[in-house]
Nanobody
């Protein structure tokens, strides 16, 4: 089973950018999908973006497209979520998750599909 650790969350001001990191270990092949999700107080978990292991194809939620990008460094087992122009509505706990195995060409940003989760990292946007 994958072991996942997120980092990079902190307090930022509106309009700032932030890059979150996720290190994943324990994967036995490239047939996986890794996703970023967030959950704000009182709200359901929301899918943001994902990347497919064996194809590199990505997916980004319509609600956040244009402000978010996902990337990876396979040599370091890292996946990154770059977020720009942050606002108060982006305040949440951000989670990285893995579904393995996954044989599809392009990942799906559906939290129900993912079977391993990190502990999350807090992002707060405030003046």
């Amino acid at each position: 089973q994958a072991h996942i650790v997120e980092s990079g969350g902190r307090l930022v001001q509106p309009g700032e950018s932030l890059r979150l990191s996720c290190v994943v270990s324990g994967l036995s092949s490239e047939y996986y999908e890794i996703g970023w999700f967030r959950q704000a107080p009182g709200k359901e978990r929301e899918g943001l973006s994902c990347i497919t292991g064996h194809t590199g194809l990505t997916n980004i939620a319509d609600s956040i497209e244009g402000r978010v990008s996902i990337s990876r460094d396979s040599a370091k087992n890292m996946v990154y979520l770059q977020m720009n122009n942050l606002n108060a509505e982006d305040t949440a706990i951000y989670y990285c998750a893995v579904e393995s195995p996954f044989y599809g060409a392009r990942c799906y940003i559906d939290p129900e599909r993912f079977n391993s989760w990190g502990q999350g990292t807090q992002v707060s946007v405030s003046t």
